[in-house]
């Protein structure tokens, strides 16, 4: 199948007489006649559900849906973006390992890997990904587990530079992590160009509608646990708690998809709910519908307040002469950069402020990615609790304005920015 019918019919596939729409399967248990039965789920001989918290057949759909749309050979949604963010380095690391991570990333995932991970014994570098391969050779060590990046920043726009830094991780032994948010599989699939594990919070493009947190972990099946087993010994030795099933014999390229359930949502129980995973499945059904009226009104906008006198700066990879305007001709559908624009206006914070206050359609919200246009001050909001240092290495000015251009009509999303502007 195509992209666009992917979106309509993978995952779910009705058989005679079944709905045609997915249907919320809201049990928390799944009924057997036998403990046989029960037993081989249990020690993941047989495929089945037996308990929502691990699996439940409707948000099995929109996983396999979501693996197929990413390229990978399997998928787990979670509760949210943090949790599949959580999930997806929990699985590699232990107490006394270390990951490199982009410095440019979104503000939660920059709290929750500096701060609570650093709680867990597991300590993070963050490092700018503009540096020259042998800088960043620098940072790794024999303990690195991983590196994690964003295809587009958050709230930067930045892209980053896929193959060379997959490149980089491999060349160390080690898998790489992205977030892919912010592009979509429909602008980017970074398995493609050589990432290993693919994440997002499904809260944003992918819902589109603003209805359900929730969050995806994609397992592309290339990295090679058992090439890297001093590494990584628990892919390929014993699971005392699954009767010493060793994940790279018994499930092969899923091996660190299955283990992920296997260990950690089966202990911190952060599986995707199955109605937030069928507002999910709506979302994608019209995924690159949107995506298209996204690119094209946001790109229509930057030029719009790319050209006005009151914006110092402006950041949206579609632009020419965009510091990332290359790379998103490389990495992204036809050099679509997502609905996602950052800009900094003369007089910083105050007249960013007064801006904000201004606006009369564009909402002001703790969200993005969203149907509707809305913005945010990030350093006010998402990234509130890093330093002005943090946040000059996340690559935002402290009066930098995050805006999500939506599907309104784009010469009335202009018009309200307009008549803000004139107030800032």
């Not at 939660?108 to 300590?123: C, H, S």
């Not at 800088?135 to 892209?159: C, H, M, W």
């Not at 646990?225 to 699971?239: I, L, Q, R, S």
């Not at 006198?309 to 490389?330: C, F, R, T």
């Amino acid at each position: 199948m195509e992209f666009a019918t992917k979106c309509l019919h993978g995952g779910y596939e009705p058989k005679n007489g079944e709905p045609g729409a997915l249907p919320i399967i809201q049990s928390t248990t799944f009924k057997y006649d036998s403990t046989e039965q029960v037993a081989k789920l249990f020690d993941l001989e047989a495929a089945g559900f037996f308990y929502s918290r691990l699996a439940n057949p409707t948000v099995d759909n929109v996983e396999k849906k979501i693996a197929a749309l990413e390229g990978g050979v399997g998928a787990i949604c979670t509760s949210s973006g943090q949790a599949a963010c959580l999930i997806s380095l929990m699985n590699l690391c232990k107490a006394g390992d270390h990951v490199v991570a982009c410095s440019n990333l979104y503000g939660g995932t920059i709290n929750l890997l500096a701060v609570t991970f650093k709680r867990f014994g597991v300590e993070i570098t963050f490092v700018d990904q503009n540096k020259s391969n042998a800088e960043l050779q620098q940072y790794f060590r024999p303990n690195t587990k991983a590196v994690f990046g964003e295809t587009i920043a958050n709230p930067s726009t930045d892209v980053l530079d896929i193959e060379r830094i997959a490149k980089l991780a491999h060349d160390n032994g080690v898998p790489f992590i992205i977030d892919n948010t912010f592009a979509t599989p429909y602008l980017c699939r970074p398995i493609e160009f050589g990432a290993d594990i693919v994440m997002h919070s499904t809260t944003k493009y992918l819902d589109g509608h603003a209805l359900g947190v929730g969050g995806v972990l994609v397992d592309s099946g290339n990295f090679d646990w058992t090439a890297h087993a001093d590494k990584f010994p628990e892919f390929v030795e014993p699971d005392e708690s699954y009767h010493g099933c060793i994940y790279t014999k018994a499930f092969g390229k899923a091996a660190y998809i299955v283990k992920a359930r296997a260990q950690l949502i089966r202990d911190l129980g952060c599986l995707q709910s199955p109605q937030n995973a069928f507002y999910v499945n709506l979302g994608i059904e019209t995924l690159p519908l949107r995506m298209e009226q996204y690119c094209k009104n946001a790109l229509t906008v930057a030029k719009f307040l790319a050209s006005h006198d009151k914006v110092k700066a402006i950041s949206y990879p579609g632009l020419e002469g965009d510091a990332s305007h290359a790379l998103a001709q490389k990495y992204l559908r036809d050099g679509k950069s997502s609905g996602v624009i950052s800009f900094v206006l003369k007089g910083g914070r105050d007249a960013g402020a007064r801006f904000i206050d201004s606006l009369k359609m564009v909402s002001l919200e703790v969200h993005v990615a969203d149907i509707k246009s809305c913005v945010l001050h990030p350093a006010s909001s998402t990234h509130r609790q890093l330093t002005d240092e943090q946040l000059a290495h996340a690559g935002i000015d402290a009066g930098s304005i995050r805006l999500s251009v939506g599907l309104e009509d784009v010469n009335d999303t202009i018009a309200d920015l307009k008549q803000a502007l004139d107030q800032a």
